[in-house]
């Protein structure tokens, strides 16, 4: 072998060394989700978070709809939707509601346990902390003739 051909192997082998200690390229940034989230489409009925209560005392579970802007009774809960979005029809389905929730037991001061979004696709990003109520998103909806749920 000559003299050239041995430094022009070298050359390649230490340049794929290096090649090789470098770390990999970084993936490209995410699409932020954000920008994919809009306001219930129009139609008959008022916007509305549906949403999940559980009373851990009895166990039971009840499905009720809250009308954005409006405050709704579960139990001792006071909900109040603020907003409640949804993604595009190009994107992954997902439902937003902005909620401030406010425990009223009677004889006793109000106290504000939560106050801000909640996701449907991932509840315990964001959730109600109640030793006796949670409170979990499911959907944005434009609602119709719906009762809120009764006091228990």
């Known amino acids: 072998m000559t003299t050239s051909a041995l430094a022009g192997l070298l050359i390649l ?3 794929g060394a290096t090649l090789a200690q470098q770390p990999p390229a970084p993936p490209p940034p995410a699409r932020a989700d954000s920008a994919t989230l809009r306001a219930i489409p129009p139609g008959p009925g008022k916007p509305a978070a549906e949403l999940q209560g559980l009373d851990k005392v009895t166990a039971r579970t009840q499905r009720f709809f809250a009308p954005v802007g409006e405050t709704t009774r579960f139990g001792t809960l006071e909900v109040t939707v603020g907003d409640c979005l949804v ?3 190009d994107a992954p389905p997902e439902s937003v509601a902005y909620l401030t929730i406010v425990d009223r037991k009677p004889g006793q001061p109000e ?4 106050a801000g979004w909640m996701f449907a696709s991932t509840p315990s990003l964001s959730a109600l902390d109640h030793g006796v109520y949670d409170v979990r998103v499911l959907a944005c909806t434009m609602a119709q003739g719906s009762s809120p749920p009764s006091s228990r």
Request: without cysteine; glycine residues 0%; hydrophobic residues 40%.
């Open 111 to 114: 106290e504000k346990l939560f």
């Open 87 to 89: 993604n595009t029809p």
């Open 13 to 15: 082998a230490s340049a």
